[in-house]
C-alpha cells in the first residue's frame, strides 16, 4: 500500500542494492520556490517486524542520508539545492524506547534535512521528532506534515474519504 500512496504523491521507486541497508527507496525532485530551488526528497523504508532500538534507527538514519547524498545530483547543496531525507522503520513492535529516542533525535545539515520516522503496525501510530529547532523554524512543521501525509495509515484514510467525496 505504501508503494502506491508514495507514487500518489509524485515519487518513483528507485533499485537499490541489497547491500544499501534498507527495502525500498523512493525520490521525488521538484523545484519549490519556498526551498529556493530544486529539492530532492528521497524516503528509504526498512521493515523490521520485531522493532527496533534507538541506536540502530540512528544508524540506519545516517547511513540512509549518506546513500542519498551520494545518489543526488544537480547543484551544490544550499546554492540552488536542498535534500530532504526520510528513514522511515515499519514495525510490528515498536518500543517505549524507540519512541522515545525519535522524540529527541535531530539531526543537522546545511541546506539538507534528515527527519527518521517510524510506524507501530499494531497501533498505526506514527513517531517522528515532535518540534521545531531554532535553526529549523522555516521548514520543520512541513517535514511532520510531510511524514505524516506519506507514511501514516490515519492520514491515508483521510485523503480516502476525501476522495471518495469529491
Known sequence: MLDGWLKYYGFESLNVNAEAGTDMVYKRSRVEATKFGKVDCYICVKYMPEGATGQEMKI???KMFSL???HRTGMPLGFGAMLVVYPLIITENLSAELAGFLSQYCPKH???AEF???ID???S???YYPNTPIWGYAYYATYRRESYSFFSPKSWEEVSRQLAVK
Open 60 to 62: 540506519y538514519s545516517e
Open 68 to 70: 542519498a547524498n551520494r
Open 110 to 112: 546545511f541546506a539538507a
Open 116 to 118: 527518521p520516522s517510524a
Open 121 to 123: 503496525l499494531n497501533t
Open 125 to 127: 501510530n506514527l513517531y
